[in-house]
């Protein structure tokens, strides 16, 4: 345990020193927010998986295979995959726009009022995601290296603010790329060794039920769209995300970043799930019983499974790339809450002169206090109230999608139909979610209430920007006034 511990400290140590070196590289607020719009196609293919790859897509899907979904729990992250794909589509407008966060489009495109909302939409959920991303990060650690969940917290929520606070959106994609390697390629080693202890594959086979091979036995072909039109949803609009499009040195960039993210989610998508099925057939043969998870839970299968069949220095790898996981979408979202705070409400609504300067000030401000209010989130797993606020994670994309994206090909798209759209998305999500009306539709479409929420909001958009067109009459995006 001694090697393995001694990894995942060498790795925290080099996040941070990784966010040393790139606050060299900082001279100003748009090298901060969009490290100064010089991503290529591989650093753009490496922040945006790892931003997307979190534990839901690492232990969530082993545990989804071992228990009932076998080969189809592959779909939570071929659907990533396959949004990243139809981004690709996009991703040159996105990067046209040369905004820096997507209420400064709203504002620009729509006028001041629908820009400030769509900031107050968007930074309200990035202080829940950020904290939900402390916890997940704070449960593995202290899981795998036998520590207090609180002093867990504590470590991942000082590392992560650090080094994300240093060097902005450069120290993020350079500490994205090597942590998408660190996920993928230390997941992968668990597989030979895994197959290997239960006596090959044709064991493994042997020893899980026929329909384990499946691809739709525990996700339906509606389910698995439903997912691909919330991931699309959200990548869109999800500042955490889209932030990457923006910084890209081109749109040419922008689209082979994409799709290179898009080949990343598609090979590891069956990297867990095949995991998951060798721990099922694992279990069956009595290799593993009931009392191996009683203290941590099936969610932790993985690395139960590593501790006893991996090289003490591969099985730190492998906890590395674990922890890595969860550490990459908090600094984003840590990045993107302080990020819309400076720029669309700071700027916009506290201090009109501020300067570039005091700006990206304003924005590491910011991102210290969303890390500290994670962190107390995070300390007293306070989840009712992180529950609410990531809740206005799918209330932010069923609304802001359709304005977003059709007003850089429509130009009747209009300030009307965006605050119809607005409020008709928001609606539908929490009569779904929250008062559980219409529950069979909910369920029709996967539990995915995004996808109801957006259908309504496109009519919504369409019908008012059509009563009440734009004046401008263009999809030309006004500059800053």
């Not at 998870?293 to 690395?303: D, E, H, N, Q, T």
Request: glycine share 10%; proline share 3%; charged share 10%.
């Amino acid at each position: 345990m001694g090697i393995v511990i001694g990894i995942v400290v060498v790795y925290m140590l080099a996040m941070l020193y990784i966010g040393y070196k790139s606050s060299k590289k900082i001279d100003s607020n748009e090298d901060f927010v969009v490290a100064g719009r010089r991503l290529g196609p591989f650093l753009m293919m490496g922040t945006l998986a790892a931003t997307e790859i979190g534990g839901g897509s690492s232990l969530g899907v082993v545990q989804q295979g071992m228990q009932k979904h076998g080969l189809s729990a592959a779909w939570y992250i071929m659907a990533m995959g396959l949004a990243f794909a139809a981004l690709t589509f996009v991703a040159p407008k996105l990067r046209e726009t040369e905004v820096k966060t997507v209420p400064e489009y709203f504002r620009r495109k729509y006028g001041k009022e629908s820009g400030v909302v769509t900031a107050l939409i968007m930074f309200v959920p990035l202080v829940g995601l950020t904290a939900g991303q402390f916890i997940a990060s704070a449960q593995i650690l202290s899981t795998m290296l036998g520590i207090s969940y609180k002093f867990a917290v504590v470590i991942v929520g000082i590392v992560v603010t650090i080094y994300a606070v240093m060097g902005g959106m450069w120290s993020v994609t350079i500490t994205d790329f090597v942590q998408v390697f660190l996920i993928v390629l230390g997941m992968a080693a668990a597989i030979p060794f895994s197959i290997r202890y239960a006596g090959g594959w044709s064991n493994v086979v042997a020893n899980v039920p026929a329909d384990t091979f499946n691809l739709f036995k525990g996700y339906s072909p509606i389910a698995v769209i439903s997912l691909f039109i919330m991931y699309i949803g959200t990548f869109t609009v999800g500042q955490e995300a889209v932030a990457r499009y923006y910084a890209a040195k081109d749109g040419k960039a922008a689209k082979q970043g994409s799709l290179l993210a898009c080949g990343v989610n598609l090979i590891y998508a069956f990297i867990p799930t095949i995991i998951g099925i060798v721990m099922l057939a694992l279990i069956n043969m009595g290799k593993f019983g009931a009392e191996d998870f009683s203290s941590v839970g099936a969610r932790y299968a993985l690395p139960v499974l590593a501790a006893r069949v991996m090289p003490p220095i591969i099985c730190g790898l492998l906890f590395a790339g674990i922890i890595s996981a969860t550490m990459s979408s908090a600094d984003s979202d840590l990045l993107g809450a302080g990020s819309i705070f400076a720029n669309d409400i700071y700027k916009q609504v506290i201090k009109k002169d501020a300067t570039d300067k005091e700006i990206m000030k304003m924005t590491q401000i910011m991102m210290i206090v969303v890390g500290l209010l994670a962190l107390i989130f995070a300390y007293f797993n306070t989840s009712g109230l992180i529950n609410i606020l990531t809740f206005c994670f799918t209330l932010r994309a069923a609304g802001t999608f359709f304005p977003y994206v059709l007003g850089m090909y429509w130009k009747k798209s209009s300030t009307a139909g965006t605050i119809a759209s607005l409020i008709a998305g928001t609606v539908v999500v929490v009569l779904l979610d929250n008062v559980k009306v219409l529950p069979g539709l909910r369920a029709f479409f996967g539990g995915q209430s995004i996808v109801p929420g957006l259908i309504v909001a496109l009519i919504a958009f369409v019908v008012f920007s059509i009563l009440y067109p734009s004046k401008t009459n263009s999809t030309d995006l006004p500059a800053e006034k």
